[in-house]
């Protein structure tokens, strides 16, 4: 029977709600899988494959975090590879895709020297202030025009913090539409999900991930041949069809959709809310251990 571990965290084992789903449809077919935090030194990962799913703590510990991907790519199958890991966990990978032509909120990136008022002075409207590097919407914050003042202490927060903080104007769309997530499994389309907008003043707490309210969603044709595009835009990449990604894509000032982030780490792909889905997920995995 072949031996396959899901990587998590302290935090979120017993949290991810993929999870059950996920390990009932693999047992359907054979396969005994079991999550385990990939911090444990106790943890032996030579498997027959290793799933990396609900790692969100990586970005407290961003280094620590690829060292163990690429020590356990040299005694398992790794997926997402430790390469794919290591350039999605920086948010930096959005400006790769704007210089592939793919259509992306405009962003402004502020490190050691940058001038923080100007970058939050780009944008007449709100603006959303996040660290390059992180997960879970954690240390993200939306600032109304009245307080510039506290968007860019937010922003100098963090780049003497020694993070890249990134500014980008808040989408006004978003408050009656949400995020759309595109879930692509093996390199094909399975399903979308809603997600509430970003509502919260100040930055969101320390805790492991916001909470988030979740709907299920038909894609329009245009969502859907953009998420094609950027899943196979990062197939190319990456060498080969990716076992999962998840495309999130917000509504421009005209409606079209843009890339607000590409999620090839540890997305949840939100299975609950497409019936199959779980199953296609399962599949994707077998077809992999071969």
Known sequence: MPDLLIASCAEALGRDDDEPLLVAALAARGVTARAA?????????????????????????RPEFLAWAERVERVATLLNPAA??????????????????????????????????????????????????????????????ADRDAAVAHVRALVDGGRTAMVQPYLERLDGEGETGLV??????????GKGALLAAGPLGEGLFAEETITARTATDEQRALGDRVVAWAADRSGGPLLYARVDLVPGADGTPQVIELELTEPSLNLAVADGAADRFADAVVARLG
Do not use: C, E, I
């Open 184 to 193: 692509h499994l093996d390199g094909a389309y399975s399903h979308a999900f």
């Open 37 to 61: 935090d990939w911090a444990d030194p106790a943890v032996d990962w030579a498997a027959d494959l290793v799933l990396v799913r609900s790692t969100w703590d990586y970005a407290r510990r």
């Open 84 to 145: 794919v890991l290591t350039w999605n966990t920086d948010k930096v990978y959005l400006r790769d895709l704007a210089a592939a032509g793919v259509p992306v909120v405009p962003t402004g990136w502020v490190g050691p020297g940058d001038d923080a008022v100007a970058a939050v002075a780009a944008w007449p409207g709100d603006v959303v202030v996040k660290p390059a590097v992180s997960a879970g919407a954690r240390d993200t914050a939306r600032f109304a025009p």
